[in-house]
């Protein structure tokens, strides 16, 4: 029966090729034009860490105090002073926890002129934690942490370009003037959103290189992100950690209901202790997120790209409102045939789904269109944009992916089939009398 | 008499006439929508920085090692940029208009710490020749003077004596007129006092997102900017900016070659680079908003000839007794203006609607009149113009299909 009604609809799509031009194109401009749009949306809604998304926590505390945050820093800072990343670190209460900052250090490759390159100060659980593949080599270990051991995890791309066509495992990096032995190189990474750090809008590239923490602090490496400003922020490096300004980053891995409950309460426990202790004035507010809360917290999702795709789907519905009056218009003009069909003993059913399928087709060949006419879209806004990679986190949001195809033609046969349901309803509801009288 | 007719023969149509109703109200809303974002992002591209644009280029450097000269080192460069040829003026800077990097402090009316009316301002630090620089134009009062001019390291907590605001932090900061002689605190007791108002000069943020309200208000302090890893802001005459960049890396190399300079950048460039996003975004919604309105104008026609098919033998008939083909024509022209014209007003009310909403979620400028009233007027004309074919197409139905099948 389905294969007689392709065929019916094949035949008729022919007829009139004009209208079935002008539908398809309808549709498939529809789907191309929103998809497009939508690409970066689902890109930046996306979980970055799908299986470990409810697991991973970062707490917050703070440090500004109700009173001193301003107008421009309304919310408690993301980021925490040393000396309270010190004391979660010490808590050890999560499977795994990291501290950690980003820096910047000069590269001295083995020929050539010294580089700007951006990097990480983390610990070791940082890379288990967040799931970074290692294309050679392994991770420092705990004890690195601890000794503040002078190694080096490259990125493959840092890697390549220091040693080309060389293992760099077990050689030598100078990174702002000192030595460094790199003990792995982590594979192609693109975290999108890179949750683990929004500070600068979520969709930076993962940095360079990753340094133990410990040995960071001990060479006193300064990272470019402190979050307070910088009248208040202590001089001298020693006072520096001592002081409440905010600049350290912390996660923490906590798999059980009852771990994330333990935290938190030490959390709360340990903002009552500051008070207590006199060193917040306040009982500072803490909070808790894991990582889709979080990144609903930053608002990863820019409010233009909500705005961007809302109109997208409004321009969607206006192109599927269309192709249902030029559904209309084709169906009816086919009332005599399908009187005919009537006639001879069809029933309304038949008539149904015969046109319904018809416009299931019709919602294939949009849906082709619309995926070519959405990786054109998606290539102009890539140069536009100067994107070169695809394979990164900012090629990530606008580039053709699985989801981005199935989505595609789930929208665009789903939204055709609903949109050619009230025609093929009118049609199969044809008087075959009237009809052939008429003629 | 026409309406009459047509109002009844609507109401047989009812699916047809709702249907493009429907469209022409969603394409009027979008479009007016759509048209007073892209206005919002022009406006934000087009937005003057206040400094010399033409003229202006940036370059970062740093010395290898660690030099313990660095103050005068700082001052050799300067001495040696300003005394190139074509060169009208130079500073080093934590940063500079849309570099999206820079020194911010936060500055408040009061003396004491509480931080409830301290607001962050962006600080460009300058000495007597900053005014040169820049290109920044003096409004009130009076710039530097070279008595004045200070040393500035990145965490050095110095308190400036004086200060140049923008005429925008003025306003904000003095509301009541003059602020010439005012003062402000800088997250401290010690009073700084307001000498001279520029035009406007934007701060290193003003093209990102998030940072409504933090587009102008910024300073000059009156320091020289010395640091391992800095900006050199020039001003070249006209014409000659891409000679000096080559000439100025070059001079620099001279005095000290153990050294690092990059994003050596006219200023056009930087412009561009923060604007990127706002660009292309524009540039999409403007090509949405043309293929939306001819998606439209396509699905007028469908069903316009749909129409005009299911109405053959009425139109014949009307031919029979007498209409002429100006009448069909006319008679199709007056029902679209009847559809679309309802289409076009839901259409403003959908687009005033979401404007608000828009307006609260993005701040986004209110929608001028001009816009609702050109997007309804443009899908109207465009629906008129859709029309003209399938109305060409029923005033040539014979006479004779009337008496067909009676």
Redesign the interface.
């Known amino acids: 029966m389905l294969a007689y009604f392709l065929e019916l609809a094949f035949r008729s799509l022919r007829r009139n090729v004009v209208?079935t031009a002008?539908m398809v194109?309808?549709v498939g401009?529809?789907i191309g034009?929103s998809m497009?749009?939508l690409t970066t949306l689902i890109a930046m809604t996306n979980n970055p860490i799908p299986d470990k998304s409810s697991q991973l926590f970062l707490p917050q505390i703070d440090s500004f105090g109700d009173?001193?945050?301003?107008?421009?820093?309304r919310d408690v800072p993301y980021v925490l002073p040393y000396r309270d990343a010190e004391a979660f670190m010490k808590a050890q209460l999560g499977v795994r926890q990291t501290a950690m900052y980003p820096l910047a250090l000069?590269v001295k490759p083995p020929q050539g002129?010294?580089?700007?390159a951006s990097g990480r100060a983390t610990y070791t659980d940082f890379f288990a934690m967040f799931e970074v593949p290692f294309r050679s080599g392994a991770p420092w270990g705990h004890r690195e942490d601890a000794d503040q051991g002078n190694v080096v995890v490259l990125s493959s791309t840092l890697a390549d370009r220091l040693f080309p066509g060389v293992d760099p495992v077990g050689r030598t990096v100078n990174l702002g003037k000192r030595d460094y032995r790199v003990t792995g190189v982590a594979g192609h990474w693109t975290p999108t959103p890179r949750f683990y750090d929004t500070n600068a809008?979520g969709f930076d590239e993962p940095e360079d290189f990753y340094i133990p923490f410990s040995i960071a602090i001990d060479r006193q490496i300064e990272t470019n992100e402190y979050a307070c400003?910088?009248?208040?922020?202590?001089?001298n490096w020693e006072a520096r950690l001592k002081s409440d300004c905010p600049w350290v980053q912390f996660w923490v891995e906590l798999p059980h209901a009852a771990q994330v409950d333990a935290f938190r309460t030490f959390l709360q426990n340990y903002a009552a202790e500051q008070q207590r202790l006199g060193r917040y004035p306040w009982l500072p507010v803490t909070a808790l997120f894991d990582v889709m809360g979080w990144m609903d917290h930053v608002h990863v999702v820019?409010?233009?790209v909500?705005?961007?795709s809302m109109?997208?789907s409004?321009?969607l519905?206006?192109?599927l409102?269309?192709a249902?009056?030029?559904m209309?218009?084709k169906f009816?003009?086919r009332a005599v045939e399908l009187s005919v069909r009537r006639a001879l003993g069809a029933s309304r059913n038949n008539l149904f789904l015969q046109c319904v399928t018809e416009s299931m087709l019709i919602g294939l060949l949009g849906g082709l269109l619309g995926l070519g006419l959405t990786a054109v879209g998606l290539s102009a806004?890539r140069a536009?944009?100067?994107i070169t990679s695809q394979d990164s986190i900012v090629g990530h949001l606008a580039s053709l992916n699985l989801e981005v195809v199935l989505v595609t033609f789930g929208v665009a046969i789903l939204a055709t089939i609903c949109s050619g349901l009230?025609p093929a309803l009118?049609a199969s509801r044809v008087q075959p009398a009237w009809q052939l009288?008429?003629? | 008499m026409e309406i009459v007719s047509i109002s009844a023969s609507l109401r047989h149509n009812k699916a047809g006439a709702v249907l493009i109703a429907l469209q022409i109200a969603l394409t009027v809303a979008i479009v007016c929508n759509t048209l007073a974002i892209v206005k919002q992002y022009v406006d934000q591209i087009e937005r003057p920085s206040g400094i010399d644009e033409p003229n202006i280029f940036t370059l970062h450097n740093q010395w290898l090692g660690e030099p313990p000269d660095l103050e005068a080192r700082v001052q050799g460069d300067l001495a040696a940029l300003r005394s190139l040829p074509g060169v009208v003026g130079a500073e080093s800077g934590s940063g500079f208009p849309l570099n999206a990097g820079g020194t911010s402090g936060f500055f408040s009316r009061h003396p004491d710490q509480h931080y409830d009316d301290a607001w962050n301002t962006a600080v460009y630090y300058v000495d007597e020749q900053g005014q040169a620089a820049f290109g920044v134009k003096l409004v009130a009062g009076r710039w530097f003077r070279a008595d004045e001019i200070g040393v500035q390291h990145p965490s050095d907590p110095n308190i400036p004596a004086v200060m140049i605001i923008t005429q925008w932090a003025a306003r904000f900061f003095f509301p009541d007129g003059n602020a010439v002689g005012q003062v402000l605190y800088l997250a401290s007791p010690t009073p700084s006092r307001v000498v001279g108002v520029v035009e406007r000069i934007e701060t290193p943020w003003a093209g990102m997102r998030h940072m409504d309200g933090f587009v102008e208000r910024s300073a000059f302090l009156p320091y020289r900017f010395v640091n391992n890893g800095l900006w050199y802001v020039v001003r070249t005459r006209p014409g000659q900016r891409a000679a000096v960049m080559k000439a100025a890396q070059q001079k620099l190399f001279a005095m000290t070659p153990a050294r690092i300079i990059d994003s050596v950048t006219p200023f056009s460039e930087t412009r561009q680079r923060i604007y990127a996003r706002g660009r292309s975004s524009s540039l999409m919604l403007g090509t949405l908003s043309v293929l939306l309105l001819t998606v439209t104008a396509f699905g007028v026609v469908g069903l316009t000839s749909y129409w005009v098919a299911q109405r053959r033998r009425q139109i014949g008939m009307r031919r029979a007794l007498g209409a002429r083909r100006v009448d069909i024509l006319s008679y199709f022209h007056t029902e679209n203006l009847l559809v679309a014209g309802t289409g076009a007003v839901l259409g403003i009310g959908l687009c005033v609607a979401g404007n608000l909403w828009l307006a609260q979620r993005l701040a986004l400028t209110r929608v001028g009149v001009g816009y609702i009233g050109s997007a309804a007027l443009v899908v109207l004309l465009l629906s008129q113009l859709a029309v003209i074919w399938p109305a060409l197409r029923a005033a040539s139905i014979p006479p004779a299909i009337a008496s067909r099948g009676l």
């Open positions: 209208l002008l194109a309808a401009v529809g034009a497009t749009m009173a001193s945050r301003t107008h421009d820093m000069n002129d010294l580089f700007e809008g400003d910088a009248t208040s922020l202590a001089a820019p409010s233009q909500r705005v961007n109109i997208a409004g321009f519905i206006v192109c409102i269309n249902v009056g030029l209309l218009a009816s003009s806004l536009l944009r100067g009230y009118r009288k008429a003629q």
